[in-house]
């Protein structure tokens, strides 16, 4: 399967407190995203990392990218009760449809 | 210029009735998606469009299911015969051609439910 697959499936921190979360694929990338969904909400664009792009970073984000380990992170740092919610990542395969392949998701809470 | 707009957000049919979902892409955009949510679980692509053209449709359930995007007017997702399986979210996103999907826009949206 091509799916990529989030790791942990679920996470609870405390306020202030880091989150990581990872994503593993199988083949060859032309892109990974990550998206954020609020319960029974739609889809919010958090940040694209092309394959050819080690790490990058949008405000209290970090997003890394090991395409020798097909494997991508997303950082959250200094967390807030409004970072609750599940968090996807969809990848762009190479030479394939242009068809995004999301993993299951994590659901972050935050505690306040 | 505003984002990929679905309708309704909403949607509620009885077994046996037909479901039509509307995606309208941004403006520019000629690449259409639909992708399916089943509750507690990510996103799972059904078919890729272009204008008047279905290019990829290998997510799409073989029956009960069809999809177009005419030349003129919003893309629709039709759903025949509705099961109580086919409750979920349905999400279209759109792309500028010459992208590859590169980045896809996706709307808010259509949470059907079959009772």
């Known amino acids: 399967s091509q799916q990529g697959e989030e790791d942990p499936q679920a996470l609870s921190i405390q306020e202030g407190e880091n989150a990581t979360m990872n994503c593993s694929y199988k083949?060859?990338?032309?892109?990974l995203q990550w998206y954020r969904q609020n319960s029974g909400r739609g889809l919010v664009h958090l940040i694209l990392?092309?394959?050819?792009?080690r790490e990058k970073h949008s405000g209290r984000l970090r997003v890394t990218l090991d395409t020798s380990k097909k494997s991508s992170s997303l950082l959250i740092t200094a967390s807030r009760a409004a970072d609750t919610a599940s968090y996807f990542c969809?990848?762009?395969?190479?030479?394939?449809?242009?068809?995004?392949?999301f993993g299951k998701g994590m659901k972050l809470t935050v505690n306040p | 210029n505003a984002g990929v707009m679905q309708n309704p957000r909403h949607l509620v049919r009885r077994r046996g009735q037909e479901a039509r979902l509307r995606c309208s892409p941004m403006?520019?955009?000629?690449?259409v998606y639909w992708y399916r949510q089943l509750p507690e679980e990510g996103l799972k692509f059904m078919v890729y469009?272009?204008?008047?053209?279905?290019?990829?449709e290998s997510g799409m359930p073989k029956e009960r299911f069809s999809a177009e995007f005419p030349k003129e007017g919003p893309s629709i997702l039709r759903i025949q015969q509705v099961v109580r399986g086919d409750s979920a979210a349905y999400f279209c996103?759109?792309?500028?051609?010459?992208?590859?999907?590169?980045?896809?826009?996706f709307g808010p949206g259509t949470r059907l439910t079959v009772l």
């Open positions: 996103a759109s792309s500028p051609p010459g992208t590859g999907g590169f980045e896809q826009f």
């Open positions: 083949t060859s990338i032309n892109n």
């Open positions: 990392i092309r394959s050819n792009e």
């Open positions: 969809a990848i762009l395969f190479q030479g394939g449809s242009e068809k995004l392949v």
């Open positions: 403006k520019g955009h000629s690449h």
């Open positions: 469009l272009q204008k008047e053209n279905i290019i990829d």
